[in-house]
């Protein structure tokens, strides 16, 4: 049996290299056809075999009909959350002299 050759390990290891959550949209969403609405994008997506994450942030659309998929997109990246903030404590009052 021949060895794979060095070339054939390059591209694989590039074809697992992590993508942004765009590119997988793109390439889950290619095959839809627009005017969509939002169960039939859903749908082309999880045929194409969207990840765990892509599929989340889908199920997140509003409900409606989708003209293109910059249309999708723009409403996957509207619907992102906002970073959380650290709660700030109350202030308590320092131990000491009251009126100083």
């Known amino acids: 049996m021949p060895e794979p050759s060095e070339g054939g390990r390059a591209r ?9 959550l765009h590119e997988r949209l793109v390439d889950v969403l290619c095959d839809v ?9 859903i749908a082309g997506a999880a045929a194409r075999g969207a990840d765990r994450v892509t599929a ?7 409900y409606r009909t989708y003209p293109d998929l910059d249309a999708v997109l723009a409403g996957v990246f509207a619907a992102q959350p906002a970073m959380p903030t650290m709660p700030t404590m109350p202030t308590m009052p320092r131990p000491g002299r009251a009126g100083s």
Do not use: G, M, T
């Open 12 to 20: 694989r290891s590039v074809d697992r290299a992590p993508r942004s």
């Open 33 to 41: 056809r627009y005017p969509a609405e939002r169960w039939e994008i």
């Open 56 to 62: 989340y942030r889908l199920a997140r659309l509003p």
